[in-house]
């Protein structure tokens, strides 16, 4: 997946190339308390779209993400970004 912001490719300031994750994940939240507590969330790997489910009990705390059967999902080996977006947010995955 490659990144882009405001509609124009997110540039790696060290490598000068765009942005580019194996793993994608959308959590809707309010950003105000930040990622802590659990909700839905959108898992975009190979080109297929997943609900899941996201917890965090703690910022020091490691983020889990399960499917709908409480299972932790697998992620594609390479980096992952995980973007908060508030609930009226939008994205356009392309």
Request: proline content about 3%.
């Amino acid at each position: 997946y490659m990144r882009s912001l405001a509609g124009t490719p997110h540039i790696d300031a060290n490598t000068n190339k765009q942005i580019s994750v194996k793993n994608l994940i959308v959590l809707k939240q309010n950003i105000q308390g930040g990622a802590v507590g659990s909700g839905s969330a959108t898992l975009y790997k190979d080109g297929l779209a997943q609900e899941i489910k996201w917890e965090q009990d703690s910022f020091t705390s490691r983020i889990t993400f399960t499917d709908a059967n409480d299972t932790e999902v697998a992620l594609n080996r390479g980096d992952t970004w995980i973007s908060v977006l508030p609930p009226e947010g939008t994205l356009t995955v392309q």
